[in-house]
């Protein structure tokens, strides 16, 4: 399998098996407003791909938006805004201090909010909450990650 494809298989192979694990109608909801509580910590869910793949993906199609932006390609990143807060929602399951949470929930709520900027064309908007999500992915990448 090509180097790229992998990364992106496996993203998408654990975003499918948190399909099958909440149901359909859980999958089938619009875009939920952001602010809403980091879930409680479940025993029950388990993420089925390695966070590093997961983030790997997420991290590539992330930084794509600066040149999406640059085309005007607003519908992709409003796609790709919502499929990242998706991201961010999963990701606040793979660890259990309260900071990790707290960066994944802000993250979660910035994305739907650029997803928003991005469905209204609002270029500056976009520009702005993009920085304020890097600024986070950075501050825990130098926590987490970088360690």
């Not at 938006?65 to 807060?85: C, N, P, V, Y």
């Not at 707290?102 to 979660?108: C, E, K, L, P, S």
């Amino acid at each position: 399998m090509p180097r790229k494809v992998l990364p992106l298989a496996l993203a998408g192979a654990a975003l499918a098996g948190l399909a099958l694990h909440v149901g359909p109608s859980s999958v089938a909801q619009e875009a939920k407003t952001p602010g809403a509580e980091a879930p409680p910590a479940s025993a029950a869910y388990t993420l089925v791909a390695p966070l590093d793949q997961i983030m790997y993906v997420a991290d590539e199609m992330f930084y794509k938006m600066e040149d999406q932006l640059k085309e005007g390609q607003f519908r992709t990143i409003w796609r790709h805004s919502l499929f990242l807060a998706e991201v961010s929602n999963v990701v606040i399951h793979a660890n259990a201090e309260k900071e990790w949470k707290d960066m994944a929930v802000r993250n979660r709520d910035d994305f739907l909010r650029l997803a928003e900027a991005s469905k209204k064309k609002d270029e500056k908007e976009v520009k702005t909450i993009w920085t304020k999500v890097e600024e986070t992915c950075d501050s825990c990448h130098e926590k987490f990650r970088d360690v």
